[in-house]
């Protein structure tokens, strides 16, 4: 047990020693520190004079009024009290600090087994989402029928459409998605949810071509994860940052028309 500090009444202490002078008092409380340093005293005369910090004169003659304070030779009651108490104290500590790291560690083990399930049931949930999409899916074949008789069949009656309907699919048909049929084909470009045939990737780079219409796809896949139906979000926004790139090439032009020698340019926008 680490013994750094020792508990000392100052009270108590100038209550006891009101009858020392400065050389006793000072003798006395260097032997109490190395008994609470070492767990109690030599008996050899020579080496309580050393702990005391006095000659062999000075010890003499101050041994007999010192001595009081001790028992049984140089036992003393008060210091091993006190050592008794700080030793319960910190096997305490221990045990409590023993206990707290085997909870800690338990809680790490637990923590690091429930994230590495979630991280590998991520990444399998990650390669069926990119595996699923852009792959043929195998069409149903005819069947041969047997030959019959033409029997007449009644003819479906044409429903009424509600304009909810009509409105349906006036959205479905301005609704700029690639169609199934492409879908199922192969995926020429691919970067997270964005996934475009060659058909599609092809319009992009005509609607857009002040892009790089790759690397902003890359830039925009995490943003259009996110949004409900990522083919439009993400045509809306190549849409906004043509627009853009189309007025930055128009302001460089027009700074270098008006830096031309004799230059009549004016700035459309203007």
């Known amino acids: 047990m680490a013994k750094a500090w020792m508990p000392l009444y100052v009270a108590d202490y100038l209550a006891a020693t009101t009858h020392l002078d400065a050389a006793e008092s000072g003798a006395y409380l260097h032997l109490i520190m190395h008994y609470w340093q070492h767990g109690g005293l030599p008996v050899q005369d020579r080496r309580l004079a050393h702990i005391a910090r006095m000659t062999s004169a000075q010890w003499e003659r101050a041994r007999p009024t010192i001595l009081e304070f001790f028992h049984d030779g140089w036992r003393h009651e008060r210091v091993e009290r006190e050592l008794r108490e700080a030793s319960v104290k910190y096997e305490r500590r221990v045990e409590a600090g023993r206990k707290g790291g085997n909870a800690k560690n338990a809680n790490r083990r637990s923590n690091g087994s429930a994230a590495s399930n979630a991280s590998e049931e991520c990444k399998r949930s990650a390669s069926k989402a990119l595996a699923a999409p852009c792959q043929p899916q195998p069409q149903p074949q005819p069947q041969s029928q047997p030959q019959t008789q033409p029997q007449t069949q009644p003819q479906p009656q044409p429903q009424p459409q509600s304009p909810d309907s009509s409105s349906r699919k006036e959205s479905n ?57 990522w083919f439009i979000a993400v045509s809306g926004a190549l849409a906004k940052k043509q627009r853009e790139a189309v007025l930055a090439l ?9 830096q031309a020698p004799g230059s009549t340019y004016v700035d459309p926008r203007l």
Request: aromatic share 6%; charged share 25%.
């Open 173 to 229: 048909d301005q609704d700029p998605a690639p169609p199934r049929k492409d879908r199922r084909g192969l995926c020429a470009f691919e970067a997270g949810i964005i996934r475009l045939d060659a058909g599609n990737l092809e319009k992009w780079r005509q609607a857009f071509p002040n892009l790089s219409l790759e690397s902003e796809l890359i830039g925009l896949a995490a943003w259009a994860a996110q949004q409900t139906n």
């Open 250 to 258: 128009e302001r460089i032009k027009a700074q270098a028309s008006l």
